[in-house]
């Protein structure tokens, strides 16, 4: 009818098939690949700043290490 090799046809089924589950996915890999890099980059700051603390409580002068409370 079309003159299409089932040889074809049977090739064009094995790509679709292969490749329709990204293409109308729901979009779940997506947002947990996103969520994974901001997750990565929040402990990457929380990091820093606590390396920023330790060197700026070593830092300060002994006699600031205490707080009075009046």
């Known amino acids: 009818m079309f003159d299409v090799h089932p040889t074809l046809v049977g090739g064009w089924k094995k790509q ?8 109308f996915g729901n979009g779940h890999d997506r947002l947990r690949q996103q969520a994974g890099h901001e997750k990565d980059e929040l402990y990457k ?3 820093q700043l606590k390396l920023e603390l330790d060197f700026l409580k070593k830092s300060r ?6 707080v009075v409370y009046r």
């Open 16 to 23: 679709a098939l292969a490749g329709l589950p990204q293409v």
């Open 45 to 47: 700051q929380i990091g």
């Open 61 to 66: 002068p002994r006699h600031l290490n205490y």
